[in-house]
């Protein structure tokens, strides 16, 4: 018994020490509680937003030390052969010229133009209008074009954030995405995230289709939050989103991609509308009245850019490449579309039978198998249309890609302006997001043993067939690993079908894919200064200070040496033209016999044959050569006063005088009366 005082005062009256103690501390350890709660409140923020901060500041770091995965410092080998700088970890690949030789230089000029980042770049050709391209200018255009914020910041800056821009963008955009289809899976939308991050596709093209997810992710969670919207200023919010997301991806100019990926968006939104179908019956007026004023916005931005760019869209749109390209599919095999499934990332050297690395790249696919399953639950009564609607959609990309479709139905579909190749972007997106939803949709009784066992053992017939051609291209892979491969692929597909440890099941085939691609991009830093402070440039550079900054130059040799110039901030002729110069090729062809061959988007080089006159020869579909001497008359027509030769020697030529030799280039002033040596 407690002493009065203690009784008087709230204490347990005859319940004993032991009582007493456990009560006390229950009541102890909930207030304890309490009070941690409430001073953890302000830390209570969703998973999105905690993943959002880590990410930026991972982001802004690795911006900070100037690293990316671009190869860059090739220019080392191509300009002079000296060992190359800042490479931290892996091999650089040549290969992505897209990147090295082409688009940064593109970006990188850009800066080094007076007056700085410029619609018109005048020192490629007569002038070159960039607001088609996504290059960093100083144009209201550039709001739409987030990865190249980073230039208007310094170089090297650029280069880092138009790389770790692209990859944490699509890793967000698409886990994102993937918790849209599967909410509350959140590990789940993390590993389907990741298997796409590791995919051939992407990795192989040096991160280069991502923008285009990106874009078209930012306007399907837009168009997601206008249709969850409770009050206006939510709606305000994913209205300004999809208007954003929407003309990003309008604005970046490539059909073969924007396409098949706003086709895909327009299904997603569509089944996911579907799934909140009730609440929509019951509150229209909001979601209505964002996708109304998205649309207005919208079309505000496409007439403002027809208006502002019209004449060049028009001039690119009436090419000869790519304003004529026609596709109507059919031209790539299905063991094309299904090689990457069975892993051979790491196993293969040579990819000529693919033409290369990256026209080869595909992904791990799925949707053959969670089709089925989709198919199985509705043939049950449990039909999902959401999996359904993005099973009809992967299908149909694969009857393009494979069989083709006639002339009317490809136009119709707007497929005609997609090659097989490009639109695999969207069946790789498709097929993730058709997997975590059957996954995140999974009943909670499997399906049968038999329907599990028929399940695998079809889907590594398919695949065995597929191996078949595989190992007749690739014969370096061998018949162990592509029976390894559909074994495994036979088992993740039970794991499907029986839909336990979904998270784990993806995660492990993520990272199994991620160790045949991880290794194909370098770890680079920096970079850019070396394009403008080696030998050879700075006496570019001071041969242009010698003519008051007029000087107009030609290149002989690969389309490396063209392209420099513009990063010099000197004039050229030759180099990359994303849009044609018909003024500029029209004086050396009056009668326009060879239009046909220079009306088109061209990587654009010289060469001498001996002869004189002006020719010129289409090399490829986006290359064309211009024959003419160094010292030709047209040349001097034209207003060319240098030439940079590519050779072994310094070759001898009539009407120049050799300046200078840097390794195997050699600088000339045309028009002189002297002789090389």
């Known amino acids: 018994m407690l002493p009065a005082p203690l009784r008087s005062q709230g204490f347990p009256r005859s319940t004993g020490p032991r009582t007493f103690c456990r009560r006390d501390r229950a009541a102890f350890q909930r207030d304890a509680r309490g009070r941690l709660l409430r001073r953890a409140a302000p830390l209570a923020l969703p998973l999105g937003t905690w993943l959002g901060i880590a990410s930026g500041i991972v982001f802004a770091v690795l911006v900070g030390l100037r690293w990316h995965g671009y190869s860059l410092p090739v220019w080392h080998s191509v300009l002079d052969g000296s060992a190359p700088e800042g490479v931290l970890a892996g091999e650089l690949r040549p290969l992505r010229s897209d990147d090295w030789l082409v688009g940064l230089p593109l970006s990188l000029a850009q800066a080094h133009h007076e007056p700085a980042f410029p619609r018109v770049n005048t020192a490629i050709g007569l002038g070159q209008d960039l607001i088609l391209t996504d290059i960093p200018i100083l144009h209201w255009t550039a709001l739409f074009r987030p990865f190249s914020w980073g230039f208007f910041l310094g170089d090297d800056l650029g280069v880092a954030w138009m790389w770790w821009s692209q990859l944490f963008g699509f890793a967000g955009v698409v886990f994102a995405l993937l918790r ?15 298997l796409l991050v590791a995919s051939p596709f992407l990795q192989f093209w040096a991160l280069l289709p991502s923008r285009f997810v990106v874009y078209t992710g930012l306007g399907v969670l837009g168009a997601h939050g206008i249709l969850r919207a409770r009050t206006p ?3 305000a919010g994913h209205t300004a989103l999809l208007a954003w997301g929407l003309g990003c991806l309008g604005l970046a100019l490539y059909p073969p991609y924007q396409l098949p990926l706003a086709q895909l968006a327009v299904v997603l939104v569509a089944g996911l509308a579907w799934d909140r179908r009730s609440a929509l019956r019951a ?30 869209l028009e001039r690119m749109l009436s090419t000869a490449y790519p304003g004529e390209r026609v596709s109507l599919g059919g031209d790539l095999p299905l063991w094309r579309i299904f090689a990457h499934t069975l892993l051979l990332g790491a196993r293969v050297a040579e990819w000529s039978p693919v033409l290369n690395i990256a026209e080869g790249a595909s992904f791990w696919l799925f949707f053959p198998v969670t089709g089925a399953l989709a198919l199985q639950r509705a043939w049950r009564g449990r039909p999902d249309p959401l999996s359904l609607a ?12 494979t069989l083709g479709l006639p002339s009317f139905l490809a136009q119709a579909t707007g497929l005609s302006w997609a090659q097989p190749t490009r639109t695999l972007i969207a069946l790789g997106l498709a097929d993730a997001l058709l997997l ?14 038999g329907f599990v066992a028929a399940l695998a053992c079809g889907w590594a017939v398919l695949l065995a067939l597929v191996a078949r051609t ?10 162990v690993w592509l029976a390894g491969a559909c074994l495994i692929n036979a088992l993740v597909a039970a794991g499907i079908a029986r839909g336990r440890r979904s998270a784990l099941l993806v995660a492990a085939a993520a990272l199994a894919l991620l160790a045949t691609t991880f290794w194909y991009n370098p770890l680079v830093r920096g970079g850019s200064a070396f394009l ?18 007029e000087s107009l130059w030609i290149s002989y040799g690969p389309p490396y040496a063209a392209n420099l110039f513009r990063v010099l901030g000197v004039r050229a002729i030759t180099g990359a033209q994303p849009v044609p110069q018909l003024e500029l090729w ?24 001996g002869t004189p006159g002006v020719r010129f020869r289409l090399a490829s579909p986006d290359s064309f050569e211009l024959i003419v001497e160094p010292g030709a008359p047209e040349l001097r027509a034209l207003g060319v006063t240098h030439a940079l030769i590519v050779a072994p020697q310094p070759p001898q030529l009539t009407g120049a005088r050799h300046v200078d030799t840097h390794a195997w280039n050699h600088l000339y002033e045309l028009g002189a009366n002297d002789t090389a040596r």
């Open 283 to 312: 509150r229209p007026a909001l979601p209505l009245a964002g996708f109304g004023v998205a649309a207005a916005a919208t079309l505000a931005i496409g007439v403002g850019f027809a208006l502002d760019a019209g004449a060049t």
């Open 180 to 194: 849209l289809v599967a909410p509350g899976r959140n590990a789940l939308a993390a590993a389907g995230a990741l």
């Open 586 to 609: 029209r004086p050396l062809d009056p009668t326009g016999e060879y239009a046909r061959i220079y009306n088109r988007y061209a990587h654009v080089t010289a060469r001498s044959a």
């Open 436 to 449: 975590v939803r059957v996954l995140a949709n999974a009943p909670a009784e499997a399906p049968s043993r």
């Open 390 to 401: 993005l099973l009809a959609y992967a299908v149909l990309l694969l009857v393009y890609a």
């Open 470 to 479: 595989v190992d007749d291209a690739f014969s370096e892979v061998g018949s």
């Open 532 to 549: 403008s402070e080696n030998r050879l440039s700075r006496k570019i550079l001071a041969l242009d200070a010698a003519a008051d900054g």
């Open 233 to 235: 200023r939510q709606l």
